[in-house]
């Protein structure tokens, strides 16, 4: 009989300390719901960067060979170079050796950080009231 009651109680227990967790969840999906839509565009747009610049970098090195050392020869090799190019981070296996790779790989980071930079900033000025009319409720419904 111990056994049960010290399982409900902790049960109980858990269901307390859980209760405001899981009510904050609830709040974020407010949020969540206005923000979809931009985040999807910016994810869209951002993708569509990284699978232009692979085939950019692609038909560079097939029609100049050499452009870039260690080069892929499928997609997926490409495709994983221009996604760490926009991350601007240093994708060791390919690294451009000409000067229109690495005019390329330039212009790519610029686009890349250019869209990051700019729709967030759009996106922010656009949904700012929208969040800050939910938060005015939550403030307003956690006073009352």
Do not use: C
């Not at 719901?33 to 610049?53: D, K, N, Q, S």
């Not at 490409?78 to 451009?96: E, G, H, I, K, R």
Request: proline content about 4%.
């Amino acid at each position: 009989m111990a056994l049960p009651a010290a399982g409900f109680l902790l049960g109980r227990a858990a269901a307390t300390w859980l209760r405001p967790r899981l009510q904050v969840l609830g709040q974020l999906a407010e949020y969540l719901r206005i923000m979809w839509v931009p985040i999807g565009g910016f994810a869209v747009g951002y993708l569509t960067i990284i699978l232009l610049f692979a085939g950019f970098y692609g038909t560079l090195e097939r029609f100049r060979p050499g452009a870039f050392a260690d080069a892929g020869t499928g997609i997926t090799d490409w495709v994983s170079f221009a996604f760490f190019t926009a991350l601007a981070q240093d994708y060791a296996a390919v690294v451009p050796v000409s000067v229109g790779a690495r005019s390329l790989v330039g212009v790519h980071l610029i686009l890349s950080v250019g869209w990051a930079l700019v729709l967030f900033a759009a996106v922010m000025s656009s949904i700012e009231p929208k969040l800050d009319r939910i938060a005015r409720r939550h403030a307003d419904e956690a006073d009352d």
